[in-house]
Structures are given as C-alpha cells and as structure tokens.
T-cell receptor, first 111, second 114 residues
Framework: KNEVEQSPQNLTAQEGEFITINCSYSVGISALHWLQQHPGGGIVSLFMLSSGKKKHGRLIATINIQEKHSSLHITASHPRDSAVYICAVLNSGGSNYKLTFGKGTLLTVKP | DSGVTQTPKHLITATGQRVTLRCSPRSGDLSVYWYQQSLDQGLQFLIQYYNGEERAKGNILERFSAQQFPDLHSELNLSSLELGDSALYFC?????????????FGPGTRLTVT
C-alpha cells in the first residue's frame, strides 16, 4: 500500500461544478503539500498546510491530522482548472526529510 | 512565469554519459530543491540546498550530486546515466530553509537517455 493515496485517479466535471480531490496518508506528517501540474508540465505549488484550512481564490484545502486525510476543493470550476493535482506529505525533523508524493488526480473540466 | 529558470529545456544523451542541469532561483530565494518526475516513479524529491549548504536529502542516487554556488544558482550532476534516468527534472526555490515555505517551480529539464 502506498503511503499516500489520492482519489479519484481521474475526474471529469462540467464547468461550474464543485470539485473535491482527496488525499489519504498512512504515516505521521509535519505538513502536506498540494501541487498543480498543467498539461504542458509546469508545476505550481498551491498550498502547504499542517492543520486546519487554507483558501486561495476558488481553491480551498483542508487537513484532518487525526484522520490522516486532506481534501482539495475547487469551487465554480473552469476549463483552465484542468490539470493533474498532486498531494505530497512531509515528514521532517532536523536534517531528516522525507517527502512522499501521491500519484496525482487528473481533472478535466469541460465547458 | 515563476521566476525560476532551468537550462537546458531538453537534453538527449547516451547511457554511461554525464550531464549537468542548471537552475537559477527566483531573486531573493535562498533555497533550491531538485525533483525527478518519471513515468513509473512519479514525482520524487532529490535534494535541497539552502544558502550554499545541503539542507535535506531525499531519494537521490549516489550517481547524482548537486551543489549550490555563491550566486545561489544550483547544478544537478547526473553521471553513469541509465535508461531509467530518463525523466523530467524540476528545480524549485523558496525564501527560507523550511520545506513548509512556498516553493516556486521552474519549467523543468526533460532528459532522455538512449
């Protein structure tokens, strides 16, 4: 079993829909990172969070440390949101550092 | 445009060869991170440098090495290349040394080993 599991693997939505992408992990973490990878390959860091909730524009990320689960929500989705969304969990302590990535969720938003 | 530059964009080389990938961080950023993305392994963190010093090490092979220079640009050296080293190599930069800092990614270097 992978340490980081994302669901769904693929998601197709209509423009305007509310979208949720889930990330579950099996180890204790220091922080969780959500990334967006565009079809051309470029990567954008969306959120780094260790507790609670963060919001940026139409994107909201939440994390529940006890349940080892994080969600990325997109409100009023748009075709330009089409991308691969990747979560990564960080275990760190001093110079020890382990960053484990999920396999990504491919989101396609149709007009 | 993230402000992080990587050269070259594409690199094709043969097995057994050595290559150097270059990354220039955003102005003011002191940390540089290197990542590898391959079809079978997905994204993997390789190594982080902060202000010239190695800060954290991930899944970096012994055949790979990196350094950060006084002007803060970084180079990733890959030697004795194997077919499995074919991948996209990204660098990212951040202001501080903590991984929890927001990272800005470069466009990547696509390495093909034949």
């Amino acid at each position: 079993k992978n340490e980081v599991e994302q669901s769904p693997q693929n998601l197709t939505a209509q423009e305007g829909e509310f979208i949720t992408i889930n990330c579950s992990y099996s180890v204790g973490i220091s922080a969780l990172h959500w990334l967006q990878q565009h079809p051309g390959g470029g990567i954008v860091s969306l959120f780094m969070l260790s507790s609670g909730k963060k919001k940026h524009g139409r994107l909201i990320a939440t994390i529940n440390i006890q349940e080892k689960h994080s969600s990325l929500h997109i409100t009023a989705s748009h075709p330009r949101d089409s991308a691969v969304y990747i979560c990564a969990v960080l275990n760190s302590g001093g110079s020890n550092y382990k960053l484990t990535f999920g396999k990504g969720t491919l989101l396609t938003v149709k007009p | 445009d993230s402000g992080v530059t990587q050269t070259p964009k594409h690199l094709i080389t043969a097995t057994g060869q050595r290559v150097t990938l270059r990354c220039s961080p955003r102005s003011g950023d002191l940390s540089v991170y290197w990542y590898q993305q391959s079809l079978d392994q997905g994204l993997q963190f390789l190594i982080q440098y902060y202000n010239g010093e190695e800060r954290a090490k991930g899944n970096i092979l012994e055949r790979f090495s990196a350094q950060q220079f006084p002007d803060l640009h970084s180079e990733l050296n890959l030697s004795s290349l194997e077919l499995g080293d074919s991948a996209l190599y990204f660098c990212a930069s951040s202001v501080g040394q903590e991984v929890i800092d927001e990272q800005y990614f470069g466009p990547g270097t696509r390495l093909t080993v034949t």
